[in-house]
């Protein structure tokens, strides 16, 4: 408290303790003018100032205080005018105003003071408040009919104007007390001081109208003191520290008892007038208590079909409508519960999980948008509904991750089937607009209790598996043990990559690419190394696997790109302005974003379009996909080459290889490796005679030998490349090897910018 607020209350509790002795200790009943009317008012009035400076000076819960600083300041000004124009204490009287403001005002205020205090209370709990103050003036109006009605000469009027003092009063305790109860009186003890103040002015009230009915009040009783002690009090609690706002919940079952105490009393009103002369207003308050209680059941009811929508909601993904990760776990709680009640040594049948994962989702949801990812995953999750059978549950825990809970004692069998069954169900192509895509998929699969001993542990068995699965390839893996290093170790790996990708700890090596008519290096393939800080120097089939599982193939090649074309522009500066090619994905190729950062590279760096070429491989022509052709028209009217890498290992369509119109075919190496194979050499003939025809080159890879380079030169392949010719060097290597080729062959490089 402010040191002027310290000193009012002291003085106010000084006061209340005078006044209090005063009437235990005075000799004769009846008004003292500077006790009774200066002192008690001034002890009501001051009390209302101090709350009212509580909420001017404060700003945390200010309207509250202020409401309730406002209703004292009425009650006090209502006894101010009552000592000084109702000398004879008659009621209904000029003071009752201001003495019946008090009450909703001081109501508004607690309401605005819990719900500062615990916000997002539900509708019923002030419907309970109502029914409680109906239930209570019911009561007053068949116990204090008759002392009222004696007090004020049976006038109607006055009887309304003297129940609605106990009615308010009761009412408001109802409030405090649920309030303290709602809040806890460990969180908040304010409350408590505010129900104890309410408390004894309700005493005071009733003391009062019992006294005034029989015809005995005078002033001067210790009751009396009840009012300026009440008003002290709720100055107390207006400047106690507020502590700090806890999530404490309503207990449920005391959230009942209110509208059950309501009902019983209300209908025990109703029955009592029967047979004992009930007055007519307490049967109106029971009857209105009847129907605010109907009204609370209907609430309850509303928010019971409520809470079970959103219990349904809770357990179902909004995207697929199938169920979601919240109802897979509770399933497998739900099983290891059943684990934990199970007595016996033979261990209890458990359920299975199948943990499904699509291979390169987010490479297509990055590039195609998320628009487009979304309608995949809607399509998906039909197909794979209609795979699965009664007693399965599948579900969707978020992304690109699907799961199917298999029923107790479910066998690897069963679990295998089914997921051969899911990895049929993709096969065939998903339309997505304009676009036509495939889409693999990796499954993990654990059983309980053959892989875990409770079922809640085999959401981590077959994420391991199914993380076996991708980085393995394989698109069924059952869990094993010895596998959790392996996920620990790819995690690991991911993260360290992250921090590669950042740090500049990528690098290019560049093999050449030599023309089989002059033996001159037309150009270089840049292959990707990551000088790893421990590892040493880690070739691209250690780390690529894990980049297009982690979504980190767009930034691994943009820096590819850029290493490529800046050692491009060093080498045109030195007099040798050879060309690369750099590996790209088929979701790089989808990418629109990948022309417009081609396009930029080529110009920060001054190096020609046609001194890059693009390499792909030939999964690409099994994408029907409208974008991916008019990022590659882009990337033609840009003078980019492109070539098809490891060309005859897919199934390709050769009516999609016209429409990309490439500039390369690459033939891949298996087959160059077996010659001289008569299939081999067709082969080579007819590919040879394919690329010739397209307009297209053709390269060998993986020459090892000279043999195999002549005969290579023989069937009509363009270009060649191999261990034969010279490993991936690093730039500065593959300069010093160029330098020494061009004095070996007295030729200078060929310029294919």
Same mark, same amino acid.
């Given at each position: ?338 684990? @934990? ?233 030195? $007099? ?54 008019? @990022? ?8 980019? $080459? ?27 190496? @298996? ?23 397209? $307009? ?58």
């Amino acid at each position: 408290m402010p040191r002027p607020v310290r000193i009012l209350f002291v003085v106010l509790l000084l006061s209340l303790a005078v006044f209090t002795l005063s009437t235990v200790l005075r000799s004769h009943e009846g008004r003292i003018v500077l006790l009774d009317n200066w002192l008690f008012d001034a002890l009501t009035l001051g009390a209302a100032a101090l709350v009212a400076a509580r909420g001017i000076y404060v700003r945390a819960e200010r309207s509250a205080w202020l409401l309730i600083g406002a209703g004292m300041a009425s009650a006090g000004i209502g006894d101010v005018l009552f000592a000084v124009l109702v000398p004879d204490g008659h009621s209904p009287s000029i003071a009752d105003p201001a003495y019946l403001a008090f009450y909703p005002l001081v109501y508004a205020g607690l309401v605005v003071l819990l719900r500062v205090r615990r916000p997002g209370l539900p509708a019923a709990i002030w419907l309970d408040g109502c029914t409680a103050g109906l239930t209570l003036a019911a009561v007053v109006a068949a116990i204090a009919f008759g002392p009222i009605s004696a007090s004020i000469g049976g006038s109607q009027t006055a009887f309304l104007v003297g129940l609605a003092y106990p009615a308010g009063d009761l009412l408001l305790l109802v409030l405090a007390v649920g309030s303290l109860t709602a809040v806890g009186w460990r969180s908040d003890p304010r409350w408590a001081l505010l129900v104890t103040g309410l408390a004894l002015y309700a005493l005071a009230d009733i003391h009062y109208l019992l006294r005034a009915g029989d015809g005995t009040f005078t002033e001067g009783y210790l009751p009396d003191a009840g009012w300026p002690a009440a008003f002290v009090l709720i100055a107390a609690a207006s400047w106690m520290k507020p502590v700090a706002r806890t999530d404490r919940s309503l207990p449920r079952l005391a959230i009942l008892i209110p509208p059950l105490v309501c009902t019983v009393t209300a209908a025990g009103l109703l029955v009592l007038d029967h047979t004992l002369p009930i007055p007519l207003l307490a049967v109106l308050l029971s009857a209105f208590t009847i129907v605010a209680v109907a009204g609370r059941l209907v609430m309850s009811f509303n928010q019971i079909s409520a809470l079970a929508d959103s219990h349904q909601q809770a357990r179902t993904d909004e995207l697929t409508t199938l169920a979601n990760r919240r109802a897979v776990t509770t399933a497998l709680s739900t099983y290891s519960f059943a684990h @934990v009640l199970q007595s016996g040594p033979t261990p209890m049948a458990g359920p299975g999980l199948l943990l499904m994962d699509l291979d390169r989702f987010k490479e297509i949801n990055d590039s195609l948008g998320h628009h487009v990812g979304d309608r995949l995953l809607v399509q998906v999750a039909d197909r794979l509904s209609r795979s699965v059978r009664s007693g399965e549950l599948l579900a969707r825990l978020g992304g690109d991750e699907f799961a199917v809970v298999l029923p107790a004692g479910a066998d690897t069998g069963t679990a295998h089937a089914l997921a051969e069954r899911l990895i049929d169900a993709l096969r065939a192509p998903f339309d997505l607009e304009e676009i036509t895509v495939h889409v693999a998929a990796s499954i993990g699969i654990a059983l309980c209790p053959e892989h875990c001993d409770r079922p809640d542990e085999l959401l981590q068995r077959a994420d391991v598996a199914m993380y076996r699965a991708k980085s393995t390839q394989s698109s069924i893996v059952v869990y094993d043990a010895e596998q959790d290093a392996h996920i620990l170790d790819r995690a690991r790996t991911i993260e360290e990559l992250r921090t590669a990708i950042t740090a500049g700890q990528l690098t290019c090596h560049y093999q050449p690419k030599v023309d089989t008519n002059d033996g001159t290096v037309c150009s270089v393939e840049a292959l990707v190394r990551w000088k790893h800080p421990t590892r040493g120097l880690l070739l691209p089939e250690e780390f690529l696997v894990h980049a297009e599982q982690a979504g980190l193939m767009r930034p691994l090649t943009t820096i590819v790109l850029e290493l490529a074309l800046r050692q491009a522009r060093r080498w045109r500066d030195a $007099g040798s302005p050879i060309g690369v090619a750099v590996n790209l994905s088929i979701t790089n190729l989808m990418d629109v974003a990948l022309v417009t950062d081609i396009d930029r590279l080529l110009t920060t760096y001054d190096v020609p379009a046609a001194s890059l070429t693009l390499e792909i491989t030939e999964n690409v022509l099994m994408t029907d996909s409208v974008r991916a052709r008019h @990022v590659v028209e882009s990337l033609q009217d840009l003078g980019v $080459g492109l070539s098809i890498d490891d060309y005859g290992t897919g199934c390709s369509s050769l009516a999609h290889l016209q429409d990309l119109a490439v500039n390369e075919l690459k033939l891949d190496k @298996v087959f160059v490796t077996r010659l001289p194979s008569e299939r081999s050499i067709a082969i080579v003939r007819s590919t040879a005679a394919l690329a010739h025809s397209l $307009g297209a080159l053709l390269v060998a890879e993986g020459v090892e030998n000279a043999e195999t380079l002549e005969a290579l030169r023989q069937y009509g392949c363009d270009i060649t490349q191999g261990y034969h010719h010279s490993p991936p060097l690093p730039a500065e290597e593959l300069t010093l090897w160029m330098s020494r080729r061009e004095t070996q062959f007295g030729s200078q490089l060929t310029s294919i910018g």
